[in-house]
């Protein structure tokens, strides 16, 4: 049995999907966790993160429900009253941040980690090539790293593991087929769920990483 452990948070995007993909090729047996907070995507990011639990073979998952995002509001992922924009990649900090989302995803990924007695916990954070999310930056990270590890018993050793924060969304294509990663499975629109659109941040990120790198996005869009 492996006892080297790591809890990855896996929405069912491409980051986090490498960063899950990362961690197995660094040898690590994987606890997979998945949020549902009532993201307009919420179905179909759950079918992707079973996808690639599938693919990986994943013994341990747990997907946790956590409604209060929808209550809290003040997001276009989780407020269906404010439109996703689509007019291109927001500079600053956009109206699809959700408040302090990476931040409790930690919080109880770190419960998760404790109990599972996990070395390290992955998160598929990007900071160079993001949409400037305040909670993808390494500062945050280390911030977060000091925190859990004062919060937690004195046995519990935990490392935030980030290995996709400086890279391009081209290197994270790259990356992933280089590991044989199913980009397939992978869902990143934060609009639709039967074919991406295509024309939100999320989407134009990824089809920018996609041409940059020289190959074909191999899930469906709109038009």
Not at 93 to 107: A, D, K, M
Request: negative net charge; aromatic residues 8%; charged residues 25%.
């Amino acid at each position: 049995m492996n006892s080297k452990k790591a809890v990855c948070i896996l929405s069912g995007g491409m980051d986090s999907t490498l960063s899950s993909y990362i961690a197995k090729d660094e040898g690590y047996e994987i606890i997979a966790i998945h949020f549902n907070y009532g993201q307009r995507t919420e179905k179909r990011e759950l079918k992707a993160f079973r996808d690639i639990c599938e693919d990986l073979q994943i013994k341990k998952k747990y997907e946790i429900d956590i409604p209060f995002f929808t209550q809290i509001g003040a997001s276009a992922l989780t407020d269906k009253t404010i439109d996703v924009p689509t007019n291109g990649v927001e500079t600053g900090v956009p109206i699809t941040y959700v408040p302090f989302r990476n931040g409790i995803f930690l919080s109880i990924a770190t419960a998760i980690a404790e109990k599972e007695e996990a070395q390290a916990l992955y998160i598929g954070v990007v900071e160079e090539d993001s949409s400037g999310y305040p909670d993808c930056t390494d500062s945050f990270i280390d911030k977060m790293t000091s925190a859990i590890n004062e919060g937690t018993k004195e046995s519990t050793k935990v490392e935030i593991k980030t290995p996709l924060v400086h890279l391009m969304k081209n290197q994270i294509v790259e990356k992933s087929l280089e590991l044989n990663v199913p980009l397939k499975h992978t869902w990143s629109c934060y609009k639709e769920e039967e074919e991406a659109c295509g024309v939100c941040d999320s989407c134009r990120l990824r089809l920018n990483g996609f041409k940059q790198a020289g190959t074909t996005d191999p899930i469906p869009y709109k038009g």
